[in-house]
Structures are given as structure tokens and as C-alpha cells.
């Protein structure tokens, strides 16, 4: 291997040839880049189950997907083959890919429907509590292998395998809230052995229903300023007050730089280093020191071979909780120190809220785009700056600014963080 | 095998089945000379026979009342093997070897609360707004803190809790696949360089309605009384027994193992893993490709465990591929003993793989109707697990 396709520590360099995304703004890498460069909010009233007593109403659901039944796995599904063949078709590459899938998946369960349907063809309850008894009287009677199916969490890379081609057995993941960034990290892994030329990295999140949002709500994770729904996520500022959850699905086509070229594949830009480290402090709640995020920060940029003077911008995981923004905050400034303010920051969940499983890749493909068009997206809603956290949050409005290397943070849930390091496609 | 510094061995085996916990009665179940005992209960979930859980004195792995609180039953199994294995290979309070070892766990999802569930579809039957109704109801029973016993990724959060564990902290999902994935993705990252100690492993609830309704969906449990595994018939049920297991390895390069002193269990030779359709042979064809790295060893000293789910076609296929391809060898069905445990099913395998070669046992058979004895003391291993309804994988493990 020449020279040229070889990383500081001798690894093959990997490429990026292929993008896509949807997110709440819309299907494709150019709409959404339209939008999110434009300060558009994708964050609305949640249509899809009725919100009446729930403390929060709004989201950022995907509502224009079709859909042949309207449950998470067919939805998350869709996103992922959507976003599939938007990159696949950017990277030129038709027919079997012939490389390992990497998938960041939502944790799924039976939908609530499901669960009544059954309780309709169920015998009666004979004592409190007997609900699940009557279902397995209900499936001795009669199976339902399209139950079975769409509980099972090999079920959409399964169907991702089929659909593309992909070689051996798919990995479906979940790291919370860094999941996207998990598998791209996982991709880029796998380049490095030598086990494979590409890889194909997919985070999707289509799995928002009444008792998801639930459960974050009663964990007091969400904003509840309802109104209007598009000024609700306001990372960085003193009134933030939780994250509007989202939905969106990425797919990043991963390529030794080497094979990249050996193709006349175009190169969008590399991925240059991941780092991760796992946060022991509390199941929901960071270190309060913010060790593991310094040292997922600082694993990253080693990972990349390049100290902290290199990053140009940072797009920040900036959930818009208060806890998030100023742990994050408080890492930045450990790693980047007095020249933190002077690197511009910003937050995609801003305008798309939080993607969760998706997020750590659908911020990848929009730092990689950021690169490419020298536009800094900026952190909408950013009125009442919070006075502890000094960031160039590129306030309100995009800014024209070439960047050449570019941090991507992505904390979440079980002491979760990863940080990927992008850069432009060497000259 | 000629040995290499980035060999991957494995120092730690960290095992909870119907048959004990830890290492030792699980080694004098694999090196005795009479066929193990069934421990199956057939009463509780009736029709449904289900390997429970061995008595557990949670709090010698999970010490704090407030941890153990915080997590249902899976995760709570899952961090107390996740203990055992970093005992077993001498790492527990190891803060320095614990701060920079990686994870990676293989998990299914939590618990519901079926009080709740059960409210919520009685009230339902009585009205219209179910959408409504749920609003309601979740907003006011769902306890908070469930949520987080539910979520995949908080078993390997919890390890990390418990155990500072946190080089890294991944989680895969995706039933059997999941569990053959874990491993042979840590598998490769030793051997790359990219690790040099990992902890892997899975845990499985079989004691819960939720789960059992999941295989009941497609009629799949052995119904009524037990039947060894290679027996069990069309008339008794779908062929699969779940049993609530946890297994969790240490994975650690040679060189990071000798540098410290391990005790080397042994060496994974090979792992691999694949999916597709299972028609028209193709799936003997990829199990031919994955089985091949078996061919170096000589056969009488090699013991195949098998984690066949009992579903009658598979395990059909499956014994007869075994006997033909790796003809010669031993089966052990480790399913047939333990019960079937989904995600943790592979790494249940290598686990008494592990142990077996660490011990050079001489392993009586599980279902010694269809299970030959053994006539010399295992040297290498093959695990296999064909999943209930996708993925295969095998590994191939040496004695040191």
C-alpha cells in the first residue's frame, strides 16, 4: 500500500463516498442541508398518537416516510433503505455491496396496537394481572409469526442485509445516544483490520410512540415548552430546559481511501479518528468532572493524530438539557482551553431536536457537508445565552467559514460517549 | 497451533446457568463421568418448562442494595457474570485493568411490568380511546426508573456501575446474532492491535411471560414435561426450552495476558458468523465455510457444543451437517442442559468450551441417547449457534 493510504499509525485511511439522511426537515442530504444551513426547525406538534395531559407535545417525528404498517421497525426500517440508496447511489456503487453492515437500531417492543389486537382475540381475565397469560392462550390457539418478527431486533438489518447485499453477519447496536457515531466506529474498525474495503454504516430512529416519550418524559429529560414547538430546543442558553426528541436515519458508505481511488469513487471526506470511553458515575447523569467525555475527546483526536489546535469546529452533541450542554461544555474547555472560544460550536438539534440512535451519524453526514460547502450550520433559538457556557455557538444564522477537520460529540444514557474526528479529502 | 502475541486467549469465565454459578460446578458438570441432571421447572409457567435460575446471593457481585434495586432481572444476571468472569480471571478491583478494558455486551431488551401491561389492556377492552387510556395510564403507573431497568444498553451501563468497567461500552442486539457478533467482533479487535482486554458475554431472563410470548408467536416451546433435546418431538411442542442464563468471558491478547501472569483457558482459533436463507442447503454451505478452521484438529480430542434451539428442523439439519462435515467428534448439546438463552446462547458455549479445554475434561454426554462419549480429553472445541429465526456463527477454540 502506497504511502498516501496510510494513517500516522500506518492503518488504512478511510473514506467517505456516500451520504444520505432524513431527518424532520425532509428526505436527502440537499433538503436537509437547505434547511438546517437556512436556521429552518424541523420540530412540530405531534400528530402521530393524540398528546392531550402529556406534558410534552411536540417533536421531531418523520411523518412522510409511506409505510406499508405504521409500528417502529417498519418505520426505522424505511429511513434506513431510504438513506441507503441515496448514499449507495452518491457513491456510485450498484448491485451486492459485499461489505459488512454496521447498524445503530432503536431498542424495539410490541406497539401498543399489537398488544390490544391481542387482547382482543384473548380469553377473559380471570384475576389481576393475568394479561400476558390470556395472549399465550391466545397464540397456542393461533401463532402470529408477524408478532414474533417485528419484536425481534435482528429484523431491520436483516432486511438491510437482504435489500443491498451486504456481506456476513450484520451488527445491530446500540450505545443509546452515540449510537450512529458507534457504527460508524465500528466501520471504521473494520477497514483498519484489513477484514474488508467498505463498510456500510446505518443509524435510524423511527421508534417515537406515546410510552417513548413517556418514559423519557417521566424522567424529566424532555423540554416541556411546548409552544411554539420550533423555539423549544435551544441548546446553550440559559432557558433550556430539556430535548425535543426526534426521529432521522443516516447512512455514511464507508471505503479504505485506497480502494476509494482505485475506483474513481469521489471522496466526501475521511474518517479520520474515533474515540470512546465509558462513564461509571450514573445510569441517566455524566461525571460531574466530565472525565469520560475529556477522555472520549481526547481518545478521538489521538485516534486521528491530530492535537486540539487542529479542529476548526465543533458540532456538539448540545441535547439542549441542562445538564448535557454545560457537562459538554465543561469538556470542551478542558480539552481546547483558552482557544475554546474561538472555535465555533454548534448544535443540529437546534433545529432537528435529538435524533437518539440516529444522531451520531445524521451529525456526521451534516459535519462532513459542513466541510464541504465551507458553511457552518448555526445553533437556532439561541436568545438568552446561558452566562457559564462561552461558546461561538454560531448564533441564529450560518456562517461562511472553510473548515478542514471537524469534532462530532455524542453522549448518551449508561455512560455512553464516542467523538468521531472528520476532515476534508487530502488534496 | 504456533502461538502469536496477538492470539486472542480467554483468562475469564464468568457463568450462571440452572446448573450453578461460576466456574466450579459448571467444570464439575463438564470433567464428571456420568451425564449431568436436568434442573428444569414445569409448574410455574405451565405449559411452558423453563431452566430457572440457581440460587443467587446477588451481593457478592452486585454489592450496594441501591445497584442490585436499580436493575430487572436480565441486567441483574448479566453484571453478576460480568463479576464472576473479571474474578475468575483475576481482574476484579483491578481499577487500572478495569479503567481501559473494553465491552462489549450482547443484549435483548428489559422487562415489561405486567401488572401495568395488564391494567392497561383490561381497561382497553372496556373502551374506545384506547389512545387515550394509554396517555393516562403510562403517564401515572409506568414507574421512571423501569425505563432504564428495560433499556439494552444499561446492562453494559450497569457493568460499568458496578464494576468500572470503561475502556469502552458497547451493546449489540439482535437475539443469537447478537452473542456470536460480540465475540468475534472483539475477536478481531485483539487481533488487530485495536484491544488488548475485553470483556464480552450476555445474559438471558427465561422467567418471564414476556419472552415466553415472544416464542409462543410462532409456537416454538417445547410444551409439557422435558425431553432431551435431539428427542424432543412435533407432538410435544416447537422444540426450544428457554433457560435463564448469563455467561461473560475475559478476552485478552497473549501477550497482555502472559505480561500479567493469566491462567490461559484457551485460544479462540477461529470465529465467524453469517446469515441468510436457510433454503436449498445454503444453509449447510455457509455452516461448511464457518466449520472449516475445525479441520486442523484431531477429531477424537475435539468436543462439539452445539447450541442448537431445539427447533425440530434445525436441529435436524443441523446434527446431521455435524455428523457428516465434522463426523467423528462429540456433541454436546449445551442448550438441552441450560435451556436455550438467545443472546447469551453463543457465549454460554464458549464458555463451557472455555472451561472444558482449561480443565481437559473428558465430557460426559448431555443426552447420552444421541450424544457418543468421549474417549480422549478435549484439546479443542467448536461452538456452534444456529439462530431461532436467522444468524449462525462457530468458533473454534485450542487448549493452550
Redesign the interface.
Known amino acids: 500500500m502506497s504511502k498516501a493510504y496510510k494513517d500516522h499509525l500506518g492503518r488504512p485511511i478511510v473514506a467517505v463516498t456516500g451520504m444520505g439522511v432524513i431527518t424532520s426537515l425532509g428526505q436527502g442530504l440537499e433538503d436537509n442541508w437547505a434547511a438546517l444551513s437556512g436556521g429552518v426547525s424541523g420540530i412540530h406538534k405531534i400528530s402521530r ?6 406534558s410534552t407535545r411536540i417533536s421531531g417525528t418523520v411523518d412522510f416516510i409511506e409505510l406499508p404498517a405504521e409500528n417502529a421497525v417498519e418505520r426505522s426500517y424505511a429511513m434506513a433503505r431510504e438513506t441507503t440508496l441515496e448514499a449507495l447511489a452518491q457513491a456510485g456503487l450498484s448491485g451486492d455491496f459485499n461489505g459488512p453492515l454496521f447498524l445503530a ?1 432503536p ?3 410490541p406497539e ?1 396496537s399489537a ?2 389486537e391481542l ?2 382475540r384473548s380469553p377473559p ?1 380471570e384475576r ?6 390470556r ?2 392462550a391466545a ?2 390457539q393461533k ?3 408477524a ?3 417485528a ?4 429484523s431491520i ?2 432486511r438491510l ?2 435489500r443491498f447485499g451486504t456481506r ?9 445516544c452515540a449510537s450512529g457515531a ?1 457504527a460508524i466506529q ?1 466501520g471504521v ?2 477497514i ?4 474488508t474495503d467498505r463498510a456500510l454504516t446505518v443509524a435510524t430512529d423511527g421508534s417515537l410512540s ?2 417513548a416519550l ?6 424529566s429529560a424532555l423540554s416541556t415548552q411546548n409552544d411554539p414547538p420550533e423555539k423549544a430546543s435551544k441548546p446553550f442558553t440559559k432557558d433550556r430546559d430539556g430535548f425535543v426528541i426526534a426521529e432521522g436515519a443516516a447512512t455514511l458508505v464507508l471505503e479504505s481511501l485506497e480502494a476509494a481511488v482505485a475506483r474513481g469513487a469521489r471522496v466526501y471526506g475521511i474518517l479520520r479518528g474515533c474515540g ?9 447523569r455524566s461525571s460531574p468532572d466530565g472525565g ?1 467525555a475529556i477522555a472520549t475527546i481526547r481518545a478521538a483526536l489521538a485516534d486521528a493524530g491530530i492535537d486540539e489546535t487542529g479542529i476548526g469546529y465543533i458540532n456538539a452533541h448540545g441535547t439542549s438539557t441542562p445538564e448535557n450542554d454545560k457537562m459538554e461544555y465543561l469538556s470542551m474547555s478542558a480539552v481546547f482551553g483558552e482557544r475554546l472560544p474561538s472555535i465555533p460550536v454548534s448544535s443540529n438539534k437546534s433545529m432537528i431536536g435529538h435524533t437518539l440512535t440516529a444522531a451520531g451519524a445524521v451529525e456526521a453526514v451534516f459535519s462532513l457537508q459542513t466541510i464541504l460547502t465551507g458553511t457552518l450550520p448555526p445553533t437556532i433559538n439561541y436568545q438568552n445565552p446561558d452566562p457559564a457556557i462561552v461558546l461561538d455557538v454560531v448564533p441564529n444564522v450560518k456562517r461562511s467559514k472553510q473548515v478542514t477537520a471537524v469534532l462530532s460529540n455524542s453522549f ?5 460517549n464516542a467523538s468521531l474526528v472528520m476532515t476534508a479529502e487530502p488534496a | 497451533m504456533t502461538k502469536s502475541a496477538n492470539d486472542v486467549v480467554i483468562t475469564g469465565v464468568g457463568i450462571v446457568t440452572s446448573q450453578g454459578v461460576g466456574a466450579e460446578p459448571h467444570v464439575a458438570l463438564l470433567g464428571a463421568s456420568q451425564s449431568p441432571k436436568v434442573r428444569i421447572e414445569t409448574e410455574r409457567f405451565a405449559p411452558y418448562p423453563i431452566h430457572p435460575l440457581p440460587e443467587i446471593d446477588w451481593s457478592q457481585q452486585i454489592a450496594k442494595r441501591g445497584d442490585q434495586r436499580q436493575m430487572e432481572n436480565w441486567q441483574r444476571l448479566g453484571v453478576f457474570a460480568a463479576g464472576l468472569a473479571l474474578d475468575d480471571a483475576g481482574l476484579k478491583d483491578n481499577l487500572e485493568a478495569c479503567g481501559s478494558m473494553d465491552m462489549i455486551v450482547a443484549a435483548g431488551g428489559g422487562e415489561r411490568d405486567i401488572n401495568v401491561d395488564s391494567l392497561i389492556v383490561d381497561e382497553a377492552l372496556k373502551r374506545n380511546d384506547r389512545e387515550q387510556l394509554l396517555n393516562e395510564k403510562l403517564t401515572t403507573e409506568l414507574r421512571p426508573t423501569l425505563f432504564l431497568a428495560q433499556l439494552s444498553n444499561l446492562l453494559a451501563g450497569n457493568i460499568s456501575i458496578v464494576h468500572k468497567v470503561t475502556g469502552s461500552s458497547r451493546t449489540f442486539m439482535g437475539e443469537e446474532a447478537a452473542g456470536i457478533s460480540a465475540i468475534e467482533t472483539a475477536f478481531a479487535r485483539i487481533k488487530a492491535g485495536q484491544s488488548t482486554h475485553t470483556l464480552v458475554g450476555g445474559a438471558f431472563s427465561a422467567e418471564r411471560l414476556d419472552i415466553v410470548l415472544l416464542i409462543e408467536a410462532i409456537q416454538g416451546h417445547s410444551l409439557g414435561e422435558w425431553h432431551p433435546i435431539w428427542s424432543r418431538k412435533p407432538g410435544n411442542g416447537g422444540g426450544m426450552i428457554l433457560g435463564s442464563v448469563g455467561a461473560f468471558l475475559v478476552l485478552e491478547s497473549r501477550e497482555y495476558a502472559e505480561a500479567r501472569g493469566a491462567r490461559i483457558y484457551a485460544t479462540i482459533a477461529a470465529i465467524g458468523g453469517d446469515r441468510g436463507s436457510r433454503e436449498d442447503g445454503r444453509l449447510e454451505a455457509r455452516l461448511k465455510d464457518l466449520a472449516r478452521p475445525a479441520a486442523e484438529f484431531d477429531p477424537q480430542s475435539t468436543v462439539v457444543f452445539s447450541g442448537t434451539s431445539g427447533f425440530h428442523d434445525l436441529a435436524r439439519r443441523e446434527k446431521a451437517f455435524l455428523e457428516t462435515e465434522l463426523a467423528g467428534r462429540p456433541i454436546r448439546a449445551y442448550g438441552g442442559l441450560v435451556g436455550h438463552g438467545i443472546e447469551a446462547q453463543f457465549p454460554v458455549g464458549v464458555a463451557f468450551a472455555a472451561l472444558s479445554l482449561g480443565h481437559g475434561a473428558e465430557v460426559p454426554p448431555f443426552d447420552p441417547d444421541a450424544e457418543a462419549p468421549m474417549t480422549a480429553a478435549a484439546k479443542a472445541a467448536v461452538v456452534t449457534t444456529i439462530g431461532h429465526a436467522r444468524g449462525e456463527g462457530i468458533a473454534v477454540l485450542a487448549a493452550e
Open positions: 398518537f393524540p398528546t392531550e395531559g402529556l437500531a431498542p424495539i417492543e401498543w398488544r390490544f387482547a382482543d381475565s389481576p394481572g393475568d394479561a400476558y397469560n395472549f399465550l397464540m397456542r401463532a402470529d409469526p408478532f414474533h418478527e419484536v425481534l431486533f435482528g438489518s436483516e442485509a437482504d456476513g453477519l450484520p451488527v445491530t447496536l446500540s450505545t443509546a458507534t465500528l474498525e473494520a483498519r483490520q484489513g477484514r406515546a410510552e413517556i418514559r423519557f418524559s417521566l424522567l470512546e470511553k465509558a462513564d461509571l458515575f450514573h445510569r441517566t469520560p448518551g444514557f449508561g455512560g455512553q
